[in-house]
């Protein structure tokens, strides 16, 4: 009886056997699609979709808004999810919006899983992640540890050892089920679309990696309250950095004592830490927050000043000097100026 049977259990082990391989190819192509990679021109416009849009018609609009450049791939995955009925009429901007996958759990979801999330210039990770938690309900404590996560840093094609400061500061439609790590690669995503943007419009005139200049970005972040100032508060910088003088920036020490940030006082000048840049020349060893555009413009390009010092004016605007002996008067005026006011 088992000889007869034999032929049949091969049989049937084939039979299983190409069903698991076509079922690996299935599941292989299925991936392979959902994660195809889009990038828009310019993610910040608004695209409509109208009641009633086909598939071909919203495949033609994300084409004319240079977000897709193969629309068959676009259908195809329409079709592959059974959603070529389920698109949603609405306005949709599509930033940090980077897959195939993505983009359709936008459009095919329903308004009340959108929610709009500002996440502000300047902001750590820790604040976009309290912010999230607020907003979407996300272990706060996972998005922090994922932005320290070796392993999936490196899939983010970074080579640094923390996402402090790759994660761009901005107003984000995201739905309320996305993962900790899908809403990172969305901040990634377009991090790294505006560098590129970046790029392309404005000379970089100094010898900096992204790396370095998101760095700098992040110090002139902390330091300007007012956009025009921020080019000028570049050059101080890049003109310390080309003197070998110690940067001295405030915000880098902000940024390693704990709490909220306060006033300074010469204790905190003294620690020890590689993002103090009193005790070391150069730049910090990564970005000390998530700078934003403005701040990034100005990083890549300074005004051209010789300036080497400034002062806060306790307005949110600075005095810029040239000399130590300058920088000195201006903090002795501002200082006599503080005391006639508490007269007064």
């Known amino acids: 009886m088992s000889e007869h049977n034999s032929p049949l259990k091969n049989n049937n082990n084939i039979i299983l056997g190409v069903g698991l391989a076509l079922f690996a190819v299935i599941l292989s192509f299925y991936s392979i699609i959902m994660n195809w990679t889009i990038d828009c021109d310019h993610p910040e416009r608004i695209i409509t979709i109208p009641k009633g849009a086909s598939a071909s018609a919203v495949a033609d609009l994300l084409n004319e808004e240079s977000c897709m450049q193969n629309i068959g791939i676009f259908k195809l995955a329409l079709n592959m999810t059974m959603k070529n009925r389920s698109i949603r009429a609405g306005r949709y901007d599509l930033k940090g919006i980077s897959s195939i996958g993505q983009l359709l759990r936008m459009i095919t979801s329903q308004s009340a899983n959108q ?118 508060i570049s050059s101080v910088y890049h003109n310390r950095l080309s003197k070998k003088m110690l940067l001295q920036a405030d915000p880098t020490i902000q940024y390693i004592i704990p709490g909220k940030p306060r006033r300074l006082f010469n204790k905190d000048l003294e620690v020890e830490s590689p993002y103090n840049t009193y005790k070391h020349k150069g730049l910090p060893p990564g970005p000390i927050n998530n700078p934003g555009l403005e701040a990034m413009k100005a990083a890549i390009s300074p005004a051209d000043t010789d300036y080497l010092y400034f002062v806060s004016n306790g307005e949110g605007r600075h005095i810029f000097t040239r000399t130590a002996k300058e920088h000195n008067q201006a903090k002795l005026a501002l200082k006599y100026s503080r005391q006639k006011k508490k007269k007064l």
């Open 115 to 232: 929610l709009k999330v500002t996440l502000v210039e300047g902001w750590t990770v820790e604040q976009f992640a309290d912010e999230l938690k607020n907003k979407l309900q996300i272990d706060n404590l996972e998005f922090i540890r994922l932005t320290q996560d070796y392993n999936f840093i490196q899939s983010l094609d970074l080579d640094v050892p923390s996402l402090e400061g790759f994660l761009f500061p901005d107003t984000y439609i995201l739905l309320n089920t996305y993962t900790e790590d899908e809403i990172i690669r969305i901040l990634v995503h377009q991090y790294k679309h505006t560098q590129h943007q970046l790029l392309k419009e404005v000379k970089l005139t100094q010898s900096m990696n992204m790396i370095e200049i998101t760095a700098l970005a992040s110090i002139i972040q902390g330091e300007a309250m007012f956009k025009d100032e921020m080019p000028i």
